[in-house]
């Protein structure tokens, strides 16, 4: 095979090779209640990985593991897109977070991709 046009190439590869390097960290309100959803891998790595979901006001330095994959590049983060996607539909505020260093954890074991169906999140009632 000849590259005749190495810079479409390269211009095809970068931005996949940029998501691998993003960290993906978002945080979400809505009111007084916060939610946090953060993407883990182990170190060096884009799988396998995790991704963490945290009801902050709720139930501080506890989270919920909605979605895994062991060998599915992109999956964590095409799910994270997604659920962010509908908190916002569901009303709430989402921004991406940076994280100086996040905490290396490495993913319980499974045999493949797995999803997992998070709770329904709807709209607070004021209690």
């Known amino acids: ?3 005749r046009h190495p810079a479409v190439f390269l211009a095809a590869i970068l931005p ?4 691998a390097q993003a960290p993906q960290h ?11 959803i953060e993407i883990v891998y182990e170190t060096g790595v ?4 995790e991704v963490h979901y945290y009801k902050d006001t709720e ?7 909605l979605w895994r994959a062991l060998n599915q590049e992109g999956f964590c983060e095409a799910k994270t897109q997604e659920f962010v996607a509908q908190l ?3 009303g709430w505020a989402c921004n991406a977070a940076d994280v100086a260093e996040p905490a290396a954890e490495q993913p319980a074991e499974a045999d493949d991709t797995e999803a997992l169906t998070p709770a329904e999140e709807t709209e607070p009632s004021d209690q």
Do not use: F, I, N
Request: hydrophobic share 30%; with cysteine; aromatic share 10%.
């Open 59 to 65: 139930a501080p330095d506890e989270h919920m593991v």
């Open 26 to 36: 978002y945080q979400c309100t809505y009111g007084q209640l916060q939610r946090r």
């Open 88 to 90: 916002q539909e569901w």
């Open 46 to 49: 884009t799988v396998p990985c």
């Open 16 to 19: 996949t090779l940029s998501l």
């Open 1 to 3: 095979m000849t590259m």
